[in-house]
């Protein structure tokens, strides 16, 4: 029997990879200059794309470079009609996802070298960078020095986003509460009915709620006007699970909902935690900053993390507002090792001298994935090209152009505010008509959301904001500026569309 191989592996030669590479590059910069051409939002019907691609794998492959003309023939005629456009200028529906050259440079080179980080050993460069990184993204950010991996009792890793990091804080939070306050007592999280569905998420995997309706264990309180969750109403829900023999052991609070942009008040919610002792029996405060994070690299915004010093961890997403593409969640902790006690499984085939040294940090040990990309490169592309006072003059100029279109929305009496401005994002609708019933005036409300977004011009997203008061739940538009390439003329586009069809 011979051991000859009969075919050959048609992997691309380096000259050829060199080739496309350049031919890649070249088409994601024709992308970027042209994407305020497209509709923003994608215009293709349910199966479109699908009925393009071929029903069957590829028997044979390319050939060599020369048969990748017909790759870069599919992206402009199958991909990219099916492409919501969210570097689009033009892209105001969700908290944004960023797209930058340094950053996309720097997902290359994670992509190219190819390390898997799961270890030190596994990846020195890959961890360390993490670690400096990360201690940079503190300081910038005003956290204490506790937050920091060289400093303090506490540290920073990459997660991938904003809900994994919540599940992790979680996980950390059961094993601390359950190691200080032994028995099965059922567990309790609690955060404001604002609070992302991540946290409900997060107790559903990690085995603390039974379900989505599991309204027991995970308690989701009533917000203020501003829809920020209220101290008082944590206090009472504490006391009333203690009293009922149940074990509050998780808090999540929120730094710029999304639904409005809501605040919650880290301090206070700290000195409840404490005055009901659940600080005391292990219990976890996180704080969910996934967008409004990145503002605190503005020192006139870091006033809203007030109270930081007391949480115990804290998350927000450079890919959203920094810069940074997907995927990035900048996790902080003030006790790393409560996320190793948590989350430290150690089998044969990981061991090795430097971990048991204690001298090195193994991310593996601070996340749920056992692997891990290479994706400090990244970010420190970003940081080193924009430096802080690029980041914040980008944070800053978007937080200008909502203020702009926040005055344009007071200025016209068909319109109004749902709630007062939340750095980026403006939540607005069309005002009620004297005697009209709310369900006529959310129908409208629809019906301009949605004429709007058919134009292709611009891209905005809806939230319903319960009633405050006994008042009547609100459907509301919600603008939210952030993509890397607005400009104001962008924005006093929308907002002159609005008005058209709004006199329509």
Not at 250 to 267: H, K, Q
Not at 348 to 365: K, M, P, Q
Not at 446 to 471: D, I, K, M, Y
Request: with cysteine; glycine share 8%; hydrophobic share 45%.
């Amino acid at each position: 029997m011979s051991n000859e191989r009969e075919e050959a592996v048609p992997h691309l030669k380096s000259e050829d990879f060199r080739r496309l590479g350049h031919q890649m590059v070249d088409w994601i910069a024709d992308y970027w200059q042209r994407v305020e051409s497209f509709p923003v939002r994608s215009q293709v019907k349910p199966g479109e794309v699908l009925a393009k691609l071929p029903v069957h794998p590829p028997e044979q492959g390319l050939g060599g470079a020369e048969g990748w003309d017909a790759v870069f023939r599919d992206l402009d005629s199958v991909i990219l009609p099916g492409v919501t456009h969210w570097q689009s200028p033009s892209f105001f529906a969700y908290f944004p996802a960023n797209a930058s050259g340094p950053s996309v440079l720097g997902d290359l080179l994670s992509a190219g070298l190819g390390v898997q980080g799961m270890l030190w050993s596994t990846g020195p460069s890959c961890t360390e960078l993490e670690t400096r990184v990360l201690d940079w993204l503190a300081e910038l950010t005003g956290l204490p020095e506790s937050f920091r991996s060289t400093s303090g009792t506490g540290g920073g890793v990459i997660q991938g986003t904003a809900s994994e990091a919540t599940l992790v804080a979680m996980v950390a939070a059961r094993a601390r509460v359950r190691r200080k306050v032994p028995g099965n007592a059922p567990l309790v999280a609690y955060s404001s009915t604002q609070a992302h569905s991540s946290v409900l998420k997060a107790a559903m995997l990690s085995g603390v709620a039974k379900d989505a309706s599991d309204t027991a264990h995970v308690r989701l309180l009533e917000t203020d006007p501003g829809y920020a969750l209220r101290p008082e109403v944590l206090e009472r829900a504490i006391r009333e699970d203690l009293a009922a023999g149940r074990q509050p052991f998780f808090v999540c609070a929120t730094i710029g909902t999304t639904s409005s942009g809501a605040m919650d008040p880290l301090e206070r919610i700290s000195e409840v935690m404490e005055r009901t002792g659940l600080t005391a029996m292990g219990g976890w405060l996180h704080v969910d900053a996934a967008w409004a994070g990145a503002a605190l690299l503005c020192p006139e915004h870091q006033g809203l993390a007030k109270g930081v010093e007391k949480v115990d961890s804290l998350a927000f997403d450079p890919h959203k507002w920094l810069l940074t593409n997907f995927d990035c969640d900048a996790f902080f902790t003030r006790d790393r090792n409560a996320l190793v006690d948590a989350l430290s499984v150690t089998p044969e085939y990981l061991r090795n001298a430097a971990s048991a040294s204690g001298a090195v940090i193994d991310y593996r040990d601070w996340q749920v994935e056992l692997g891990r990309r290479f994706r400090a490169l990244k970010l420190w592309f970003v940081m080193r090209h924009y430096g802080a006072q690029g980041l914040r003059a980008y944070i800053r100029e978007h937080v200008r152009l909502a203020g702009l279109f926040e005055a344009w929305v007071r200025a016209d009496a068909r319109f109004e505010l749902a709630v007062p401005r939340s750095l980026s994002l403006v939540c607005f609708r069309l005002a009620p008509r004297p005697g009209e019933p709310p369900e006529a005036t959310d129908s409208r409300n629809r019906a301009l959301l949605e004429r709007l977004n058919a134009t292709g011009s611009a891209f905005l997203s809806h939230t319903v904001l319960p009633g405050v008061g006994g008042a009547p739940a609100r459907f509301v538009l919600r603008l939210a500026i952030g993509a890397a390439s607005t400009e104001e003329r962008h924005v006093r586009a929308c907002w002159e569309a609005l008005q058209r069809l709004a006199g329509e």
